[in-house]
């Protein structure tokens, strides 16, 4: 089999660790099968889509709306990177799995528009799958409604040209599409656990996403979730795309 691509940008190196490990367990692969590049320490360099099975981003403190001038060089160049990677990938229909930050990649190609409009505060919230959703061949294997963790600043204001909505909350009218056939993205985090959330709640303590005061309130209504079927994502994503 072809390795899958990992790509992230978190510079926490325990928290960028964790997310790679619950990928990897949620896909059911090997590390070798899994090959991860940290963004925000060193360039993408050339990505031939020829040598992978499909490509999966993860979520990071990144935000496509960040104002231009508190961008780190490291994520002007991962912007730069990935929206070049993203537009090749959109061109080939070539398998993609974007999750949180990967929605704000994929969400600006085409007419898209991703601001602070929609965002949600650190938690479990129900989603709802559209129609297209459920007959989607990777968001068919969720239930029609399930709970998931997620905790964004940014969301998808305006789909992608031609892009079909396929999942949303209450409060997010785009939590997951689909570009093509295979390239997809979801606004929330289809590897967490609850001890992973409760950890990145800590990382990210000094990052906004929340007061001081309700930190340990977060971590608390995050234990007593019932957050189990958005994993099942990864595993589907590989059993649809694992090639020679």
Same mark, same amino acid.
């Given at each position: 089999?072809?390795?899958?691509?990992?790509?992230?940008?978190?510079?926490?190196?325990? &928290? @960028?660790?964790?997310?790679?490990?619950?990928? /990897?367990?949620?896909?059911?692969? #090997?590390?070798?099968?899994?090959?991860?590049?940290?963004?925000?320490?060193?360039?993408?360099?050339?990505?031939? /889509?020829?040598?992978?099975?499909?490509?999966?981003?993860?979520?990071?403190?990144?935000?496509?709306?960040?104002?231009?001038?508190?961008?780190?060089?490291?994520?002007?160049?991962?912007?730069?990177?990935?929206?070049?990677? *993203?537009?090749?990938? %959109?061109?080939?229909?070539?398998?993609?799995?974007? *999750?949180?930050?990967?929605?704000? &990649?994929?969400?600006?190609?085409?007419?898209? &528009?991703?601001?602070?409009?929609?965002?949600?505060?650190?938690?479990?919230?129900? %989603? #709802?799958?559209?129609?297209?959703?459920?007959?989607?061949?990777?968001?068919?294997?969720?239930?029609?409604?399930?709970?998931?963790?997620?905790?964004?600043?940014?969301?998808?204001?305006?789909?992608?040209?031609?892009?079909?909505?396929?999942?949303?909350?209450?409060?997010?009218?785009?939590?997951?599409?689909?570009?093509? #056939?295979?390239?997809?993205?979801?606004?929330? =985090?289809?590897?967490?656990?609850?001890?992973?959330?409760?950890?990145?709640?800590?990382?990210?303590? @000094?990052?906004?996403?929340?007061?001081? =005061?309700?930190?340990?309130?977060?971590? @608390? *209504?995050?234990?007593? @979730?019932?957050?189990?079927?958005?994993?099942?994502?990864?595993?589907?994503?590989?059993?649809? =795309?694992? #090639?020679?």
């Amino acid at each position: 089999m072809k390795p899958f691509l990992f790509l992230g940008t978190r510079a926490e190196d325990d &928290v @960028a660790q964790q997310e790679y490990d619950a990928v /990897l367990a949620g896909c059911g692969l #090997r590390p070798e099968e899994l090959v991860r590049h940290r963004l925000e320490a060193d360039p993408l360099g050339q990505v031939d /889509l020829d040598d992978w099975s499909g490509i999966i981003l993860g979520g990071g403190p990144y935000n496509m709306s960040d104002a231009e001038d508190a961008k780190s060089p490291a994520q002007r160049r991962a912007e730069a990177e990935l929206r070049e990677l *993203a537009v090749r990938v %959109v061109a080939a229909d070539f398998p993609f799995l974007g *999750a949180c930050y990967g929605i704000g &990649v994929l969400g600006t190609l085409r007419g898209g &528009v991703v601001d602070r409009t929609y965002g949600e505060p650190i938690g479990a919230l129900p %989603v #709802r799958l559209t129609d297209a959703g459920r007959d989607d061949p990777l968001f068919g294997v969720l239930p029609p409604e399930f709970t998931a963790y997620l905790g964004h600043k940014e969301a998808v204001a305006r789909l992608p040209d031609g892009a079909v909505l396929l999942a949303s909350t209450d409060t997010c009218p785009v939590h997951a599409f689909r570009i093509g #056939r295979n390239v997809h993205a979801t606004q929330f =985090h289809p590897e967490l656990d609850a001890v992973a959330i409760c950890d990145r709640i800590d990382a990210y303590s @000094a990052h906004g996403y929340y007061q001081p =005061h309700e930190q340990e309130g977060l971590k @608390a *209504a995050a234990r007593e @979730a019932m957050v189990t079927e958005p994993v099942r994502l990864l595993a589907r994503f590989v059993e649809l =795309h694992a #090639r020679g």
